[in-house]
């Protein structure tokens, strides 16, 4: 009788032992399949100004001839989310809805400017009437883009109250645009950079953990 619950109690701590084991693998296995799979943000170039640079201030006019400045300090301690736009780019119409929703939820921190280049400016007008930015700034200027290198539509970039460039890059989804804002708010311009910073975060876990443990 104690002979066979010696065996069974050996038995169960096997079984307690590989489910452990299991459990350590599949856990690995999950992390590893999340990084895989992880949303992708903006697609950011690598050209033009960096995140964290200070932008310069530009003096432009929106199509309704309304004085803009975009860059540089802003005092009305607005971020601006700029979108690239054009009236040949099928995906920058689908996106506009969703950019203005996206920004009127954090109105209270920053405006929504849309911008394109060009010179017919009532064929501008005429698309911004369509789209329903009446309310909004639209500005047709060469010299915006070519400051920020912009070469593919929908682009973005977001420009914080202090003028500094906080994020910027291809759009295709709601999900680039919140990137961009959560770039501001974390500090963190790309999601492999997140990667790397939760490893390093999970790292020094670990090892405080098992610094406590031999001390103990």
């Not at 432009?60 to 989310?81: Q, R, V």
């Not at 639209?138 to 070519?146: K, P, T, W």
């Not at 501001?184 to 975060?201: F, K, L, P, R």
Request: hydrophobic fraction near 45%; charge should be negative; aromatic fraction near 6%.
């Amino acid at each position: 009788m104690v002979e066979a619950l010696v065996i069974s109690n050996i038995i169960l701590w096997i079984v307690v032992i590989v489910l452990a084991l299991l459990v350590f693998a599949l856990t690995r296995q999950v992390g590893i399949l999340f990084e895989r799979v992880a949303p992708a943000g903006a697609l950011m170039p690598t050209s033009g100004p960096k995140v964290g640079e200070l932008t310069t201030e530009l003096a432009l006019s929106t199509i309704a001839g309304k004085p803009l400045h975009i860059g540089g300090s802003n005092e009305s301690g607005l971020a601006s989310f700029i979108l690239f736009i054009s009236p040949t780019c099928p995906v920058c119409k689908s996106l506009v809805p969703t950019a203005k929703a996206l920004v009127n939820s954090e109105k209270n921190r920053m405006q929504l400017i849309f911008a394109s280049d060009g010179d017919e400016l009532e064929k501008h007008k005429s698309y911004a009437r369509d789209l329903g930015l009446d309310d909004y700034p639209y500005v047709l200027s060469e010299a915006l883009g070519r400051t920020f290198e912009v070469s593919k539509l929908p682009f973005a970039v977001l420009i914080a109250s202090d003028g500094t460039l906080r994020g910027k890059g291809l759009v295709n989804t709601r999900e680039h645009m919140e990137s961009l804002i959560e770039s501001m708010d974390t500090g963190i311009t790309t999601v492999q950079e997140y990667v790397n910073n939760s490893h390093a975060d999970t790292a020094s876990s670990e090892f405080e953990a098992s610094a406590m443990e031999e001390t103990s």
